[in-house]
């Protein structure tokens, strides 16, 4: 009799000791999410953020918790983005041991892995209550951002600072100004959905003409055409005819009154690198626009020689007549890892849209699945005029919206009555 007594306890320590890390997990999970966009905390030495520090540190929690999930976005999606993930990682490894630079292909490794593979598994997986709680944190921390950037550049008038560029261009957080306002233009979506559904109040929507202004401190023609197509998809696929035609009319007439009458009052750096290019309808005056075309001319020269293996991780940049690296994702890692390396990207973040498509076709599951699929094909076209993706505030979103609609799948499958149980 003792001894089932000393069992019992020993049980309801051991229930308790999990729920507690439990607890502790989803706090160190939150900041992960928070912090992501804060690139600016990261160690000298090599890229490891406070993010990183927290993701690493949730990831031994859930261990000790025994919540670690082996299909954090459902069976069939992880295994396809598993798979993608390894194939484009198998073609730069080979590609840096055969031609490259085998350490820079290591370091490679290391960062996709962590980016696209811990932090699947540390947002994954989780409860709905959870997941919309870090999808919150992460939207919440690109409006401070936002407005920390207004701070800096309208009030204080600093620049040529960490977050602010010589120029006057807004870095923000994450100390670059394009994809400062890609990650923007990512969490769009996440917001609409969270104001859509009723997770937020509907007063968070003051939060989008926030994003909006900071996308145009900014000064970056990629990540404005990025932050239109957030918006315009959303509510494209959520909102009816009569609703939609009148926020169509509302932007055209405010875009028509800032033209007239508010064109002083844009930002400098939207002015200058922006607003002629709109005006005009020249795409040449939009920004670096020629020598990024350039780039892309020279390695879509190049892509027929890198079929099987490319030149090697973070190699192009040496072996490109203009001196850097082409600011495409996609032939960037043709030409660095060969063709596969390139569809095995492809194929990983195709598989984000497996959830989104499964919520669907489930009660109160199109707002998931909108945002889901918003977010992945915005990331898709933005990585178009980007280099390399392995910085975690590029990851973290996609993965928090393909995230959304898993676990609200997952909840519907819970919430099924049994065959048993009907009539």
Not at 42 to 71: E, H, K, N, W
Not at 159 to 164: L, S
Not at 302 to 320: E, K, P, T
Request: hydrophobic share 50%; proline share 3%.
């Amino acid at each position: 009799m003792d001894r089932v007594n000393d069992i019992y306890q020993n049980s309801v320590s051991t229930r308790g000791s999990a729920g507690f890390l439990a607890r502790v997990e989803f706090r160190v999970a939150l900041g992960v999410v928070f912090f992501s966009t804060m690139n600016f905390l990261r160690l000298p030495q090599f890229y490891f953020t406070f993010s990183d520090f927290l993701t690493c540190t949730s990831l031994i929690l859930l261990v000790g918790a025994g919540r670690l999930s082996l299909r954090p976005i459902g069976a069939a999606p992880t295994i396809m983005w598993m798979g993608g993930l390894t194939t484009m990682l198998a073609g730069l490894s080979l590609s840096s041991l055969v031609y490259g630079d085998s350490m820079r292909g290591l370091v490679y490794l290391g960062q996709y892995s962590f980016a696209y593979l811990l932090l699947l598994v540390v947002i994954g997986g989780r409860s709905e209550k959870q997941t919309v709680a870090l999808a919150k944190a992460y939207v919440l921390s690109v409006v401070l951002m936002c407005i920390h950037g207004i701070y800096v550049i309208n009030i204080l008038g600093h620049t040529d600072t960490t977050f602010v560029s010589g120029s006057g261009r807004l870095m923000g957080f994450v100390e670059r100004e394009n994809e400062c306002a890609a990650v923007i233009a990512l969490a769009v979506p996440i917001l609409l959905f969270l104001c859509a559904s009723g997770k937020l109040t509907k007063f968070a929507m003051l939060a989008l003409p926030i994003m909006g202004y900071g996308v145009m401190l900014t000064g970056s023609n990629t990540g404005l055409a990025s932050f239109a197509f957030g918006v315009g998809a959303f509510a494209l696929f959520t909102l009816d005819l009569k609703r939609f035609l009148p926020t169509i009319a509302i932007g055209i007439g405010t875009a028509a009154a800032i033209s007239h009458w508010g064109r002083d009052y844009l930002p400098a750096a939207f002015q200058r690198r922006v607003l002629g290019a709109l005006e005009t309808g020249d795409i040449g005056q939009a920004g670096t626009f020629d020598s990024r075309l350039a780039l892309i001319r020279e390695a879509i020269n190049r892509a027929d020689s890198s079929i099987f293996l490319g030149v090697g991780a973070d190699q192009y940049q040496y072996s490109s007549f203009l001196g850097a690296p082409v600011h495409n994702l996609y032939l960037l890692l043709w030409t660095e890892g060969g063709l596969i390396t390139m569809i095995g990207f492809i194929t990983m973040i195709l598989a984000g849209l497996g959830p989104g498509l499964a919520a669907m076709n489930r009660p109160g599951g199109r707002l998931y699945t909108v945002c889901t699929c918003t977010t992945v094909v915005l990331f898709l076209l933005c990585i178009n005029a980007f280099a390399s993706v392995y910085g975690r505030f590029w990851s973290v979103p996609v993965i928090i919206a393909v995230a959304l609609s898993q676990s609200f799948v997952s909840s519907q499958l819970k919430n099924r009555p049994s065959a048993s149980g009907r009539l």
